[in-house]
């Protein structure tokens, strides 16, 4: 089992940033594929960021938020963190961190991730 909690999330306006922390617990953690998704009200989850297992640690991201947007892990933290710069009202939605026992290398997809935390609101105003 792993337990994911998000932090980080709130209120800015346009063109700000936000920085995303998501702490993991309960198995060894530098060899999971993490990933960071995101869900607005009335829509479908979708695809934010990914990042690989040790040793590679390549990264994946939605063409939405490429070059705003960067995904980085510390193993010696136990910690997933999605760095947000030029927020856009439209990234505006909860954001979600989620961890694959299964892969070591970054996903797209939600079924390939086995746990998720319980989401960390973004709103950014215009």
């Known amino acids: 089992q792993v337990q994911l909690v998000e932090s980080g999330g709130g209120l800015v306006q346009a063109g700000g940033s936000l920085r995303l922390s998501c702490v993991a617990s309960?198995?060894?953690?530098?060899?999971?594929?993490m990933g960071w998704f995101r869900q607005a009200p009335g829509k479908e989850r979708e695809f934010v960021a990914a990042?690989?297992?040790?040793?590679?640690?390549?990264?994946l991201y939605a063409d939405s938020v490429k070059g705003r947007f960067t995904i980085s892990r510390d193993n010696a933290k136990n910690t997933v963190y999605l760095q947000m710069n030029s927020l856009k009202p439209e990234d505006t939605a909860v954001y979600y961190c989620?961890?694959?026992?299964?892969?070591?290398?970054?996903?797209?997809?939600?079924?390939?991730?086995?746990?998720w935390g319980q989401g960390t609101q973004v709103t950014v105003s215009s």
């Open positions: 989620a961890c694959s026992a299964r892969y070591t290398s970054g996903r797209y997809y939600p079924v390939d991730y086995d746990y």
């Open positions: 990042i690989a297992g040790w040793p590679g640690g390549s990264t």
């Open positions: 309960g198995r060894t953690f530098s060899n999971l594929a």
